[in-house]
């Protein structure tokens, strides 16, 4: 997973509240709040949104509108184009001037984005990085900043999307295109704050499923009541086993995360257990996790008590009631005229 390339630590990053724990919950994290006078601007750019593994980061930067000269001359730009060390370095800037410069970001967990996305109805993820964008903002505005001016990094419908941001906040001015990060120096600033964010996670990830927990449950995957039988121990032992082959897989390099990539697919390829399937690291709602899971997985139907029930009121009759409903015969129906 580490890259030779990354220099960032994640105990380093201060949107990482704690590196040594999972991260399960999506989460905002918010710098200090600047203190010059407004009227300010602010940037929206995202790190992630493709990616098969890991977390999207949504970030904002802003600064005061008569501020923007400086900021000009600090290298701000699409955080994909430069090395990570000078990420690093331009994070540091942007909190090096806490009277001036401001940022934060919205790290959306792959367990929250799958869980949105696989729901009934469903939250796509156009929807939740909307969402993402206009919380922000609206913590932004909340924490005293006057915003008259916001830029946003976005693909699709651009003019749409900004006559939607400029109805919720019509007193701000809005603009939407592809590629700002590369146009609005705020909006690469704001680029640099969500990729390093991710980065950060990515590279020290923790996977919960390795979490110390009470034996005899080996991990999250493999889990079951407590049980002092010798059939239960020779269960756990055999899960703990699984386990550790599994973390053996998780070890190796996810390369970017991005499908088409050979390393993220090798990872996928040789990280599947077929009967629990993948660690939380994964995006379930991905058609690339869901190939993997149907080609590879074990079947399995799932039928709770209730429908157990009602399979057998209706396949266990005999005689007379044999093509009987099951409602009409409790109820003592003969025909519908009886209704």
Known sequence: MKSDEVAESAGTIPSIPDPSLPLIDSYTYH????????????????????????????????????????LEQLGFTDSKTLTAQVRSSLLETLGSDPVNLGWSVRVLSPK???????????????QQSQNATVLLIREVLARGVQLSEVY???????????????????????????????????????????????????????????????????SKFFRG???SSSAHRGEAAGARARARASEGKWAQETGSGYPSDPKTQAWIRSSLEPTFGYPSFARFSWATIKVALEKDGHAVEW?????????QAFTSATGRDKDRCAVTKDLCLSSVSTL
């Open 31 to 70: 710098s200090p709040t600047p203190t010059a006078p407004g009227p300010y601007f602010l940037g929206v750019d995202e790190a992630g949104r493709g990616p098969v593994l890991g977390p999207l980061v949504y970030g904002v930067a802003y600064c005061p509108l008569a501020y923007k000269e400086q």
């Open 112 to 126: 929250d984005i799958s869980a949105g996305m696989l729901k009934r109805p469903p939250t796509n993820l156009n």
């Open 303 to 311: 039928i709770d008590d209730g429908q157990a029930s009602l399979v």
């Open 225 to 227: 009541p407590p049980t």
């Open 152 to 218: 946003v990094d976005a693909l699709g419908r651009t003019t749409s999307y900004e006559a939607y941001l400029s109805s919720l906040f019509p007193d701000i001015a809005f603009t939407v295109q592809a590629k700002a990060d590369l146009t609005f120096k705020i909006v690469g600033a704001a680029s640099v704050a969500a990729k390093v964010t991710r980065d950060a996670w990515i590279d020290g990830w923790v996977y919960e499923e390795r979490a110390p927990v009470p034996d005899p449950v080996a």
